[in-house]
């Protein structure tokens, strides 16, 4: 399968990057966030490499409109450094991930395919870890009961939170006596249940929701 991806930056120089790999393929570049959600909608990519600082619509508001408007296609967001207020803002817009833009060629390319397989480009504690820092300021008030919660069993609930407190399948599965499988399989249910994509969107949800609180510091 060839990924198709569309390169958002105002001065990019990723093009090189991809064009000698033999399962990518650069469909479109944008130099705004506008740009971006108007060329996600007509070329349908299947990653968005986004830059979140750019001239008028930033990054987090084109993530924002490629997650409504083209939900096949996943967005990775670039930042300045590996833990900041963009990543986590770009993570509750809808991004798959985020990567610093000092990343290594070697590490981007992997970061893309693991994507493009339906994956997260991180960890579920590397997002807590942002989460923890940035939530108690971006994510004001009490949060809200989200709806969609009364869908879950009370087994997939806790294995929700487990997985928003950053465990392995493995870790979920020693600290509920149950089978990696099983744990597995509730995950999956849970995934289809919510609308999530993937590990990083449901510790993402888990705070919003109010599942799981920011540590005080």
Do not use: C, W
Request: no cysteine.
């Amino acid at each position: 399968m060839t990924i198709r991806l569309l390169l958002v930056d105002d001065e990019s120089l990723l093009r090189m990057v991809f064009e000698a790999e033999p399962d990518m393929e650069v469909a479109g570049e944008a130099g705004d966030g506008e740009e971006a959600a108007r060329l996600a909608r007509r070329l349908r990519p299947d990653v968005v490499l986004m830059d979140v600082r750019m001239p008028g619509v930033d990054g987090i508001e084109a993530t924002r409109r490629i997650a409504r408007d083209t939900p096949g296609a996943r967005v990775l967001i670039l930042t300045t450094f590996d833990l900041d207020e963009y990543a986590f803002a770009g993570l509750k817009a809808g991004a798959a991930g985020f990567l610093p833009k000092n990343t290594r060629p070697e590490d981007l390319l992997t970061a893309i395919r693991n994507v493009a397989a339906g994956e997260a480009a991180l960890s579920p504690r590397v997002t807590r870890r942002l989460l923890e820092r940035f939530a108690p300021q971006l994510l004001p008030g009490a949060p809200e009961q989200d709806v969609r919660l009364a869908e879950l069993t009370s087994r997939e609930r806790e294995v929700l939170v487990q997985v928003a407190r950053g465990l392995s399948n493995a870790e979920v599965a020693t600290a509920l006596s149950l089978a990696e499988a099983t744990v597995k399989t509730h995950l999956s249910r849970v995934l289809v249940k919510l609308g999530l994509r993937d590990r990083t969107q449901v510790v993402v949800f888990a705070y919003e929701s109010g599942l799981v609180r920011p540590a005080r510091p």
